[in-house]
């Protein structure tokens, strides 16, 4: 079957096919059946994952609510898989788990496309409550450990691979991309305000390279910057400050121009 991509322009008049050479799964972007049909495939994955791990449970303080509980967060093809601990489990067997939830996941998606084990991370939310010394004075203070706190390796083989690769560790407060928001376990966003001050900042330096008028300067500020830096603001947590710094670049450069 032939598959044409239709626009405001028209049909394609290019198509792609499947063939024995090319074995395209799919149905293509921008199908307008897509979106029911990947829903209705990746609900069946999480309901067989359900079956398998017991997920994450998530207590309120407030006692509003009496909990809530997650197995994995899903936006089309990135995931989330959040798993529980009791605080006696020792990393090696965390570590452990990981690894295999991550495999089963990969088993049970594979007709949905295999894991990209490149882009795969994990982190781990562990704690460690202090105890008192001349150092401390306020003991029972928990701290989150970090990657050299809890050494292990976790790794996964996909199905496409000769061999198994290891899955990328970050610490809890480090950001890894996730649909365009660099947003750490924490809940921290220091990651995703390094990222856009040096994007930027990058793009104050292109800006003072090149003779623009006040007009060009316009056209730059609402098709580049704009875009780049109100993408994330709704969901971060810059501080005035953060903000202040992050536009200082490029505004610097528009009023000299």
Not at 10 to 17: A, F, L
Not at 86 to 97: K, M
Request: glycine share 8%.
């Amino acid at each position: 079957m032939k598959h044409n991509v239709e626009t405001s322009f028209g049909i394609s008049p290019e198509y792609i096919q499947r063939t024995k050479q090319d074995r395209l799964g799919g149905q293509g972007q921008g199908n307008g059946g897509g979106i029911k049909n990947w829903h209705a495939h990746n609900e069946t994955l999480l309901l067989a994952f359900k079956k398998f791990f017991a997920g994450c449970t998530i207590t309120d303080p407030t006692q509003r609510i009496d909990e809530v509980q997650h197995w994995i967060l899903s936006f089309v093809d990135d995931n989330q898989i959040l798993l529980f601990f009791d605080q006696t489990d020792i990393c090696e067997a965390i570590l452990h788990e990981c690894q295999r939830g991550l495999q089963t996941w990969d088993k049970l998606n594979i007709t949905g496309g295999a894991v990209e084990i490149q882009k795969c991370m994990l982190s781990l939310m562990l704690y460690r409550f202090d105890t008192y010394h001349y150092r401390n004075p306020r003991p029972g203070e928990p701290k989150m450990l970090s990657v050299n706190d809890t050494p292990g390796q976790c790794s996964d083989q996909s199905t496409n691979m000769p061999h198994a690769i290891l899955i990328q560790r970050q610490d809890p407060s480090t950001g890894g991309r996730l649909l365009g928001v660099r947003m750490a376990p924490d809940g921290s966003f220091t990651s995703e305000f390094q990222y856009r001050l040096q994007q930027v900042r990058e793009m104050a330096m292109k800006l003072a390279a090149v003779p623009f008028n006040t007009g060009d300067v316009l056209t730059v500020y609402q098709v580049r910057y704009k875009p780049a830096i109100h993408f994330c603001l709704p969901i971060t947590k810059f501080s005035a400050k953060q903000c202040d710094a992050i536009q200082c670049p490029f505004y610097k450069e528009c009023f000299q121009n």
